[in-house]
């Protein structure tokens, strides 16, 4: 019924999606990259050993050239052709020429370059060919000039040996990208996994379970659990202020109302007006009482709430303590109890919620004035970095044994006085816990007792 | 009678030479009415040929073959000039010149033809999927055993100059060999020789030196065997040699020790053929099986193993000793001019013209 309700997060593309995605796409661009490089090189490796096998011939060729009686004689060394045989389907073409561009032997339709480059590209048989062409310069007395030998071959072999190149090249590439891909979602698993973790670990809490995520994260995402585990603390922190508001309501509200209707029955059968206007008497005095208890019910289930949601800001303790006193002065305004100020010349400056710290200060004024005797002196004071707000009465006050668990609700008598629900103190401390500090009990002298709010302070340069 | 026979033969190669290029004879096979006609050119002798010819139009139905027997270099002028002007040309040529077939597939004459036959081809027997070694035709010393005693016969090149080596050898003057420069196939095993050892140096030297023969065509040079006027031949054709000694007991043909030049003739489909799948068949018949066992049944494939014929006297060692020419462009060199030219002037040098030469018209 809840989940039902409940808005479903948006969900913008997977992360593991993402991250293949990207990987794929750096595998498949490094892999264009390699084809080409491959392809490039598979030509240019091809085209370099072909064509040292075409000047290796030209220059067997060239060094069998002799002259007889002014003639040149082209004695062609078979081992020549031995080494264009090893481009075994490749057709050849080759022709050598005289100082007048004759051709001396060979076949005349060979294409002759026109430029002065060694290799060159051309057609034998309707076939695209690779030629060379070397040039032997005779000095002699019967012959000065220069021979020229040209040889062509067709392509087929080199075309084969690139292919053979790229293809290996590729398949080594290709090899390599799938193992890359493999490893890659490997580690996406990997990484994702504290995620899975996390998740596996919500699945398995009950509805009850508001404990912290206790499960093993990396730094990266150890941020984003610790602030679910701040998440969950402030919803269960604030579930148990309801919880406790309930459980006190029900406790401690429930004795008083039976009494008051108790007295309102007693009431309504006295015949004799005097007493029924005692048991009126009566029936307001528990009125009050009751009116108070709520109030700190109340005020104790807000300012737990406001810890949690309300921003502390930087406030003096003095203007808390002023604002407290003044509101006291208010409500008491029969002015039978006069409370003093002890405030201090300079600033006393905390980070802090003044609508709690001013209710916690009015708490402790209440109990002194409940408690103890006058002269009750609200004061302020500032040690080193600490601040502190605290209420001096000159009764007894709690008792040392006590004063353990003088934080805790309801121990002073497990119920409700005749004027107080015993949450004063309860409050005082949630107070301090909430602002970071604490509570501190004193008994400074016999005849003083003193109960204060130590707190972190901040120089006053700092504002 | 035997500078007749040289003269003959000469003026025949001149003739042929001159005139255009014509077949030496024709035949035909297959029904005469049959719609597809395919014409295959051959160096080969009809004769010979003519069975395997026989198997392949049996086997293949409605084709009639038209086998022209040519020389080889007239074949060759032939298949180029028809590559050159695209002229009507063969189905299939196969010739012995394979120096020139290959020259041909170089030049670009020829379609390529690739099936499981050609693809089992070794490398040596197929070139570019265009010219295919079909026979295996080892080149041999063929020698009279009427007249040489088996003990006396060489057995290998070295035995030969031994031979011929004193001043009062029998053997002088009655040695014959291909005149290299009638004769393309006694051009290109005496180029292939040459390329092989060191020792056809010495071996020219010794032929010149003894006044061998030298002459045209292998019938020429076996009927002198046959005859008595000849006791041995150097580097015949070992299919010819082999189906006259069926003939001719005394014949005895000795596939030399130390190397022995293996010829497989070669086939090749011209590029503007009509009919190239019917010439493709026909490769294919004649390197299947039942190809290959007719071709075995001509003489034209040497058997060398277990099945050799009592007349072939095989080298010691058949594995390192026979040694097929391979189909290769290097085959090209020896037709190139200038080497062509070189290589017959240092075999003139050292062998002189015959005195037949005077005769020429």
Same mark, same amino acid.
């Given at each position: 019924?809840?989940?039902?309700?409940?808005?479903?997060?948006?969900?913008?593309?997977?992360?593991?999606?993402?991250?293949?995605?990207?990987?794929?796409?750096?595998?498949?661009?490094?892999?264009?990259?390699?084809?080409?490089?491959?392809?490039?090189?598979?030509?240019?490796?091809?085209?370099?050993?072909?064509?040292?096998?075409?000047?290796?011939?030209?220059?067997?060729?060239?060094?069998?050239?002799?002259?007889?009686?002014?003639?040149?004689?082209?004695?062609?060394?078979?081992?020549?052709?031995?080494?264009?045989?090893?481009?075994?389907?490749?057709?050849?073409?080759?022709?050598?020429?005289?100082?007048?561009?004759?051709?001396?032997?060979?076949?005349?339709?060979?294409?002759?370059?026109?430029?002065?480059?060694?290799?060159?590209?051309?057609?034998?048989?309707?076939?695209?060919?690779?030629?060379?062409?070397?040039?032997?310069?005779?000095?002699?007395?019967?012959?000065?000039?220069?021979?020229?030998?040209?040889?062509?071959?067709?392509?087929?072999?080199?075309?084969? @040996?690139?292919? %053979?190149?790229?293809?290996? #090249? &590729? /398949?080594?590439?290709? =090899?390599?990208? +799938?193992?890359?891909?493999? !490893?890659?979602?490997?580690?996406?698993?990997?990484?994702?996994?504290?995620?899975?973790?996390?998740?596996?670990?919500?699945?398995?809490?009950?509805?009850?379970?508001?404990?912290?995520?206790?499960?093993?994260?990396?730094?990266?995402?150890?941020?984003?659990?610790?602030?679910?585990?701040?998440?969950?603390?402030?919803?269960?922190?604030?579930?148990?202020?309801?919880?406790?508001?309930?459980?006190?309501?029900?406790?401690?509200?429930?004795?008083?109302?039976?009494?008051?209707?108790?007295?309102?029955?007693?009431?309504?059968?006295?015949?004799?007006?005097?007493?029924?206007?005692?048991?009126?008497?009566?029936?307001?005095?528990?009125?009050?009482?009751?009116?108070? @208890?709520?109030? %700190?019910?109340?005020?104790? #289930? &807000? /300012?737990?709430?406001? =810890?949690?949601? +309300?921003?502390?800001?930087? !406030?003096?303790?003095?203007?808390?303590?002023?604002?407290?006193?003044?509101?006291?002065?208010?409500?008491?305004?029969?002015?039978?109890?006069?409370?003093?100020?002890?405030?201090?010349?300079?600033?006393?400056?905390?980070?802090?919620?003044?609508?709690?710290?001013?209710?916690?200060?009015?708490?402790?004024?209440?109990?002194?004035?409940?408690?103890?005797?006058?002269?009750?002196?609200?004061?302020?004071?500032?040690?080193?970095?600490?601040?502190?707000?605290?209420?001096?009465?000159?009764?007894?006050?709690?008792?040392?044994?006590?004063?353990?668990?003088?934080?805790?609700?309801?121990?002073?008598?497990?119920?409700?006085?005749?004027?107080?629900?015993?949450?004063? @103190?309860?409050?005082?401390?949630?107070?301090?816990?909430?602002?970071?500090?604490?509570?501190?009990?004193?008994?400074?002298?016999?005849?003083?007792?003193?109960?204060?709010?130590?707190?972190?302070?901040?120089?006053?340069?700092?504002? | 009678?035997?500078?007749?026979?040289?003269?003959?033969?000469?003026?025949?190669?001149?003739?042929?030479?001159?005139?255009?290029?014509?077949?030496?004879?024709?035949?035909?096979?297959?029904?005469?009415?049959?719609?597809?006609?395919?014409?295959?050119?051959?160096?080969?002798?009809?004769?010979?040929?003519?069975?395997?010819?026989?198997?392949?139009?049996?086997?293949?139905?409605?084709?009639?073959?038209?086998?022209?027997?040519?020389?080889?270099?007239?074949?060759?002028?032939?298949?180029?000039?028809?590559?050159?002007?695209?002229?009507?040309?063969?189905?299939?040529?196969?010739?012995?010149?394979?120096?020139?077939?290959?020259?041909?597939?170089?030049?670009?004459?020829?379609?390529?033809?690739?099936?499981?036959?050609?693809?089992?081809?070794?490398?040596?027997?197929?070139?570019?999927?265009?010219?295919?070694?079909?026979?295996?035709?080892?080149?041999?010393?063929?020698?009279?055993?009427?007249?040489?005693?088996?003990?006396?016969?060489?057995?290998?090149?070295?035995?030969?100059?031994?031979?011929?080596?004193?001043?009062?050898?029998?053997?002088?003057?009655?040695?014959?060999?291909?005149?290299?420069?009638?004769?393309?196939?006694?051009?290109?095993?005496?180029?292939?020789?040459?390329?092989?050892?060191?020792?056809?140096?010495?071996?020219?030297?010794?032929?010149?030196?003894?006044?061998?023969?030298?002459?045209?065509?292998?019938?020429?040079?076996?009927?002198?065997?046959?005859?008595?006027?000849?006791?041995?031949?150097?580097?015949?054709?070992?299919?010819?040699?082999?189906?006259?000694?069926?003939?001719?007991?005394?014949?005895?043909?000795?596939?030399?020790?130390?190397?022995?030049?293996?010829?497989?003739?070669?086939?090749?489909?011209?590029?503007?053929?009509?009919?190239?799948?019917?010439?493709?068949?026909?490769?294919?018949?004649?390197?299947?099986?039942?190809?290959?066992?007719?071709?075995?049944?001509?003489?034209?494939?040497?058997?060398?193993?277990?099945?050799?014929?009592?007349?072939?006297?095989?080298?010691?060692?058949?594995?390192?000793?026979?040694?097929?020419?391979?189909?290769?462009?290097?085959?090209?060199?020896?037709?190139?001019?200038?080497?062509?030219?070189?290589?017959?002037?240092?075999?003139?040098?050292?062998?002189?013209?015959?005195?037949?030469?005077?005769?020429?018209?």
């Amino acid at each position: 019924m809840m989940r039902e309700a409940a808005p479903r997060s948006r969900i913008i593309g997977s992360l593991r999606f993402r991250l293949v995605m990207g990987i794929v796409l750096i595998l498949a661009v490094g892999g264009v990259a390699v084809a080409v490089a491959a392809l490039a090189y598979g030509r240019s490796a091809a085209q370099q050993s072909f064509d040292r096998l075409l000047i290796g011939a030209a220059n067997q060729i060239a060094g069998s050239l002799t002259l007889r009686s002014g003639e040149v004689i082209v004695d062609i060394p078979v081992s020549a052709f031995e080494l264009l045989s090893l481009a075994p389907r490749d057709r050849v073409v080759y022709g050598v020429f005289g100082d007048d561009g004759a051709l001396i032997t060979g076949y005349q339709t060979i294409p002759v370059p026109t430029g002065n480059e060694v290799f060159y590209n051309g057609i034998f048989a309707e076939e695209p060919a690779r030629f060379v062409r070397v040039t032997r310069q005779f000095a002699e007395r019967s012959f000065l000039g220069s021979v020229e030998v040209i040889i062509g071959q067709t392509t087929e072999a080199r075309r084969e @040996l690139a292919q %053979q190149i790229t293809r290996n #090249a &590729l /398949i080594a590439v290709a =090899a390599v990208g +799938v193992i890359m891909s493999g !490893l890659a979602v490997l580690a996406v698993q990997s990484a994702l996994r504290p995620l899975g973790r996390i998740e596996r670990d919500f699945a398995a809490r009950s509805s009850k379970d508001l404990t912290p995520v206790d499960v093993d994260v990396p730094r990266e995402i150890s941020s984003l659990v610790l602030a679910l585990n701040r998440f969950i603390e402030r919803i269960d922190r604030q579930l148990n202020v309801m919880r406790t508001l309930i459980a006190d309501a029900s406790h401690q509200l429930r004795t008083p109302i039976a009494a008051l209707r108790a007295q309102a029955e007693l009431a309504s059968e006295e015949t004799n007006p005097d007493r029924q206007l005692r048991i009126v008497g009566r029936i307001h005095e528990r009125s009050k009482n009751l009116s108070r @208890l709520t109030d %700190q019910l109340l005020n104790h #289930a &807000l /300012i737990i709430h406001r =810890a949690d949601t +309300v921003d502390l800001e930087a !406030l003096d303790l003095r203007t808390i303590a002023t604002e407290a006193v003044a509101q006291i002065d208010q409500s008491m305004s029969d002015g039978e109890e006069i409370v003093r100020l002890d405030l201090p010349e300079a600033s006393v400056m905390c980070e802090g919620d003044a609508l709690s710290l001013v209710e916690a200060c009015k708490n402790l004024i209440n109990n002194a004035a409940n408690h103890g005797k006058a002269p009750i002196i609200v004061f302020v004071r500032r040690a080193g970095l600490r601040a502190r707000i605290g209420v001096r009465d000159h009764g007894r006050g709690i008792p040392e044994a006590m004063w353990a668990d003088a934080g805790s609700r309801f121990t002073r008598n497990a119920g409700v006085s005749a004027k107080s629900a015993g949450l004063g @103190l309860a409050i005082v401390h949630a107070v301090a816990r909430a602002h970071g500090g604490r509570m501190d009990i004193e008994r400074p002298s016999e005849a003083a007792f003193e109960v204060s709010i130590d707190l972190p302070g901040i120089s006053e340069g700092a504002v | 009678m035997s500078r007749a026979a040289i003269s003959l033969g000469l003026a025949t190669f001149a003739t042929a030479a001159f005139a255009e290029p014509m077949p030496e004879a024709v035949k035909s096979y297959g029904p005469a009415e049959a719609e597809t006609s395919v014409l295959v050119r051959g160096t080969t002798d009809i004769e010979l040929f003519e069975p395997v010819l026989l198997e392949f139009t049996e086997g293949s139905g409605d084709v009639r073959i038209v086998y022209e027997q040519w020389g080889s270099n007239d074949l060759y002028l032939a298949s180029e000039t028809d590559c050159r002007t695209g002229g009507a040309t063969a189905d299939l040529v196969i010739s012995s010149s394979i120096d020139q077939q290959v020259k041909l597939a170089n030049d670009g004459c020829a379609a390529p033809h690739r099936s499981d036959e050609t693809t089992a081809l070794p490398a040596v027997s197929n070139w570019r999927d265009e010219v295919f070694g079909t026979t295996l035709e080892p080149a041999v010393i063929v020698y009279n055993k009427a007249l040489v005693a088996d003990a006396e016969a060489p057995r290998s090149r070295f035995d030969l100059i031994d031979l011929l080596r004193p001043e009062d050898s029998r053997f002088r003057g009655r040695v014959a060999t291909y005149d290299i420069e009638a004769s393309g196939l006694g051009y290109m095993f005496a180029f292939a020789d040459a390329q092989q050892a060191t020792t056809f140096g010495s071996l020219i030297e010794a032929f010149g030196r003894s006044g061998a023969v030298a002459t045209c065509c292998s019938s020429t040079i076996i009927d002198g065997v046959a005859s008595g006027e000849f006791l041995i031949a150097y580097n015949v054709l070992g299919s010819y040699a082999l189906a006259r000694a069926q003939e001719n007991a005394d014949i005895v043909v000795v596939a030399p020790n130390d190397y022995t030049l293996v010829l497989s003739r070669a086939a090749l489909i011209p590029k503007r053929a009509a009919e190239p799948e019917i010439g493709g068949a026909l490769i294919d018949f004649l390197l299947s099986d039942a190809g290959r066992a007719a071709l075995r049944a001509a003489n034209l494939i040497v058997e060398t193993g277990g099945g050799a014929q009592p007349a072939l006297r095989l080298p010691e060692n058949p594995d390192i000793s026979l040694r097929p020419i391979p189909l290769s462009p290097a085959l090209l060199v020896g037709l190139d001019q200038h080497k062509r030219a070189e290589f017959i002037a240092r075999w003139r040098a050292t062998f002189p013209k015959d005195v037949g030469d005077a005769e020429l018209p």
